[in-house]
């Protein structure tokens, strides 16, 4: 089956990474290396941006009386640690990985290069960007909406945990909270929904990036939303 999309970006927020604890969970990780895999062998290109908040969250760590720069610094680099398992398991499955990442730290990762991460997609490599921005205040999620459009993809897809989609409240406290099967970039702004970054929503708006949001831990999902598959919510 041909897949709609040539190029993707996906987001893969890093609670997932995390079974739901703190660090990684190594048979999380091969499961969704195993299904980025076989998305790679179906011939689609695959860019991944992963989030870091099974390590470190810099506003989390402010409350505890850190200083925010350092607290954010701290959150990137933990995304870089979820980017080199992701990668160590990429690679067993025989798919070829390169991590860039926004910080340098030339024994571990290339520097981001968006030209060079496109010449890899080229080639079949998966390329995972790490490091966030490289710069505090900013989330994976805006991050992954800016490199989505740098290097091209035709869409954004935000693996998420213990949510299948967008929803009016949040479905984790509230019940009777409705899906969104589709919804409008200024939609999901008016209506203030936080499962995404009102920064990520707003720089997809302004250059028309088709974001779709669906449960990551669903075995079998990033195949599906990759094949077009309506599961989740498309931003658009
Ligand atoms: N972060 C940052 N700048 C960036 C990206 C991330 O400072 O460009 C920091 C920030 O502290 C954030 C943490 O890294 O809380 C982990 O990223 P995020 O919360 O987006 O991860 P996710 O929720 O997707 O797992």
Do not use: W
Not at 171 to 191: C, G, I, N, V
């Amino acid at each position: 089956m041909s897949t709609p999309y040539h190029r993707v970006l996906l987001k893969l927020s890093g609670e997932v990474f995390g079974g739901g604890g703190v660090g990684v969970d190594p048979h999380v990780v091969d499961t969704k290396a195993k299904e980025i895999a076989e998305v790679v062998a179906g011939g689609t290109q695959v860019s991944i941006v992963v989030g870091g908040g099974n390590f470190f969250r810099g506003a989390e760590l402010q409350q505890s009386g850190m200083d925010r720069d350092r607290a954010d610094y701290m959150g990137m680099l933990g995304t870089v640690m979820n980017c080199l398992a992701l990668q160590d398991f990429l690679e067993k499955t025989g798919t070829p990985t390169r991590v860039q990442t926004a910080i340098h730290m030339a024994q571990v990762a290339e520097p981001y290069i968006p030209r060079r991460a496109e010449r890899h997609m080229e080639k079949g490599r998966v390329v995972i960007f790490g490091a966030g921005s490289g710069m505090p205040y900013f989330s994976t999620d805006t991050v992954a909406a800016q490199r989505a459009l740098e290097i091209g993809a035709d869409a954004l897809l935000m693996g998420k945990q213990g949510v299948d989609g967008v929803y009016d409240r949040d479905p984790a406290k509230d019940s009777s909270a409705t899906k969104f099967d589709d919804l409008t970039y200024d939609e999901f702004l008016a209506r203030d929904l936080k499962v995404a970054d009102a920064t990520a929503v707003a720089m997809a708006r302004d250059n028309d990036l088709r974001m779709i949001f669906f449960n990551l831990e669903t075995p079998g999902n990033i195949g599906r939303v990759v094949n077009g598959e309506p599961i989740g919510t498309t931003v658009h």
